[in-house]
């Protein structure tokens, strides 16, 4: 899975923008609030999108 964008995202809520990104290491969506360390809600989104598509090739 291609991880572009997946530091910008926020793992609650699903926002994209690249404010969320306040620091190399802090996250702070400016949608929703959601505060982590960007590696961690990175890390967060990327699980959630291979579990997705292991989930498709089980279906298929």
Known sequence: ???AGTSR???RCGHCAKENRTTQAAFRC???GHAAHADVNAAINILRAGLVLRQAA???
């Open 1 to 3: 899975m291609n991880p």
């Open 9 to 11: 995202t926020c793992s």
């Open 30 to 32: 400016t949608a929703c």
């Open 58 to 60: 089980e279906a298929a």
